[in-house]
């Protein structure tokens, strides 16, 4: 992986984006090491040091396979008295939606088979 350039030294800082464009683009990257767990959509779920649920493993993989958020948040500095936030879920049982116990639904399936049909057009 690093024939030009050179890998980061033991504890030194890695730029996530940098090391991930190393791999192959016809697949999925698990990368560790990270102070939390998130996706880059469509190629690389970033692993922190918190507990993995099924949940989040199967809603983080949900971006790799090219879904999208179906929740919006949002966060406005409050000064002093920190941040505020705002999260809604239009459908709090969707797996890209809801709160940590949604479900994967034959929608699901189906829009991956759609996907799937239109590119082996």
């Known amino acids: 992986m690093y024939e030009t350039g050179s890998a980061a030294g033991h504890g030194s ?13 016809d697949g999925g990257v698990l990368k560790t090491g990270s102070n939390r767990t998130y996706t880059i959509p469509g190629r690389s779920i970033v ?29 406005r500095d409050l000064g002093r008295a920190g941040y ?18 949604a479900f994967v639904r034959p929608s699901h399936f189906q829009s991956l088979i759609d996907a799937w049909t239109q590119h082996a057009r």
């Open 84 to 101: 505020g936030s705002l999260e809604i879920m239009p459908d709090a049982l969707d797996l890209m939606a809801g709160p940590r116990s």
């Open 47 to 75: 692993v922190g040091p918190n507990r993995l649920t099924d949940w989040t493993i199967a809603h983080e993989f949900g971006y790799i396979l090219g879904f999208t958020a179906r929740y919006i948040r949002s966060a």
């Open 13 to 25: 800082p890695l730029d996530v984006n940098t090391h991930v464009a190393r791999f192959p683009v």
